[in-house]
């Protein structure tokens, strides 16, 4: 199925491109005809699209709305920044692979049925040990991310940052080099951490720090886009996508500080990170320089 994800990603971005012929409407339509999969796929994407494209229009300026070129080089200023900065250390440590009783390599996906009524993803670049704890299963979160879908079954995620238990609930927790990022979508968690427990339910963000403690984010609701090979950007700075994007492939992407806060809204191929920055190329001014199979740079485009 996520063949069929990543296929249904890719015509999403051909259409989208505003270059798609008759012959590439046409290609779609017998390859949706093809197999039921690839219309369920092509439903989702269009389902997660349809919530980027309620995004107030004035910050949907990657691909649903063309900017002048000029007028966005004129107002930002000039220096070059890696988009990998503090995650180069974090990304390129695999001792966690060591130790781990399954993980995933950059671009690769894996799912967990670790009981009927409990399915767990592994995101790109994860590792997790898996054991019981309290008599029901668990796993601690070793590097990268998980989603968690429990229905009716005692469940526990540990991370350094905290203990997080579940019963009912969709859920994502992702680790950096600040600490533990909680995406609950829908149910409830139980978060101990250290000498205290809190419970939140319903759709909220949460940030556990060891130097700051608890945060409490806005709710992300495409937390868990990236199970089904997409990444969807509400508003963010160029900088922040290519840095998302960067995280799940091999080598540096570098992105000019000329072009670094440039806001992007609009739905991705996550593990593609060339074909997701051309599409952005399209209605937004820069350029892509390929310099070997490790190093892409992002720069402003020639006017």
Not at 83 to 92: C, F, K, N
Not at 182 to 188: F, I, N
Request: proline share 4%; with cysteine; net charge neutral.
């Amino acid at each position: 199925m996520l063949d069929a994800r990543r296929r249904a990603i890719e015509w999403w971005v051909v259409l989208q491109s505003g270059t798609a012929s008759a012959s590439d409407r046409a290609q779609l339509n017998d390859w949706l005809l093809a197999d039921p999969r690839h219309q369920e796929a092509w439903s989702r994407v269009l389902e997660v699209e349809q919530g980027v494209r309620r995004v107030p229009a004035a910050l949907a300026q990657a691909v649903f709305k063309p900017t002048s070129r000029r007028a966005v080089l004129r107002g930002l200023g000039a220096a070059s920044i890696a988009a990998l900065s503090g995650w180069a250390v974090y990304r390129h440590t695999p001792w966690q692979r060591l130790i781990a009783d399954r993980s995933t390599g950059l671009g690769e996906v894996d799912t967990l049925a670790m009981a009927p009524g409990l399915d767990v993803a592994l995101a790109s670049d994860t590792a997790v040990q898996v054991y019981r704890k309290r008599g029901h299963q668990a796993l601690r979160l070793l590097r990268g991310e998980v989603f968690v879908h429990a229905q009716g079954v005692a469940f526990t995620l540990d991370t350094d940052s905290a203990s997080i238990a579940a019963d009912s609930a969709r859920f994502c927790v992702s680790l950096d080099e600040q600490g533990c990022r909680v995406e609950l979508l829908d149910g409830e968690l139980a978060i101990e951490r250290g000498d205290y427990s809190l419970r939140v339910a319903g759709a909220q963000g949460l940030r556990l720090s060891a130097s700051d403690g608890l945060t409490r984010l806005a709710p992300n609701p495409d937390a868990a886009a990236w199970v089904d090979g997409m990444l969807v950007a509400h508003d963010w700075s160029l900088r922040e996508l290519v840095a998302r994007l960067a995280r799940h492939r091999h080598g540096v992407i570098h992105v000019d500080a000329d072009i670094a806060g440039l806001r992007v809204s609009g739905v991705f191929p996550l593990y593609d990170a060339e074909r997701a920055l051309a599409a952005v190329a399209r209605s937004l001014p820069i350029a892509l320089h390929r310099r070997g199979p490790l190093w892409l740079s992002v720069v402003p485009a020639q006017v």
